[in-house]
């Protein structure tokens, strides 16, 4: 893959090939919940050094109030970080109605990149402001 901008194999644009499916509108619900999830402050450097490993608990109980179908049909697994400390990452697996087929993994982790100190003022948002304004999330 390359950069952002740079067109893929067959020139599709890589925004492109991560944008949504439905002809270029979005979600307004799915734009809500992706501006809510990214409103706790995750930050693993922080949960280290202090121990509070509240946010990613936080979040954690967010999602399965957001997605009740999923995690009650979900095993789960929390996965710490290589470092130790707290869990940043969930393991969700939900068998599938044919067990001979290999099964789809996706993945994610909770935390995020801080933000860079000193840059605040050129953003129109707060880092945790979990704003969508019809533009950017």
Do not use: K
């Not at 949960?47 to 789960?76: C, I, K, M, N």
């Not at 789809?104 to 402001?129: E, I, K, S």
Request: aromatic share 10%; with cysteine; charged share 15%.
């Amino acid at each position: 893959m390359g950069t952002l901008g740079e067109p893929l194999p067959g020139g599709q644009d890589i925004l492109g090939f991560f944008g949504p499916l439905n002809g270029g509108a979005t979600d307004p619900e799915a734009d809500r919940r992706l501006a809510q999830l990214l409103s706790f402050p995750t930050l693993a450097a922080q949960a280290y050094r202090t121990g509070d490993w509240s946010a990613f608990e936080a979040q954690r109980a967010w999602l399965e109030a957001a997605y009740p179908q999923v995690f009650s049909a979900a095993s789960v697994e929390l996965v710490e970080g290589a470092a130790g400390g707290g869990p940043q990452a969930m393991l969700l697996e939900i068998p599938g109605s044919n067990p001979q087929l290999a099964p789809l993994v996706l993945m994610a982790h909770q935390d995020v990149v801080p933000c860079v100190p000193g840059t605040q003022d050129h953003w129109t948002y707060g880092p945790f402001a979990g704003t969508a304004d019809g533009t950017w999330i």
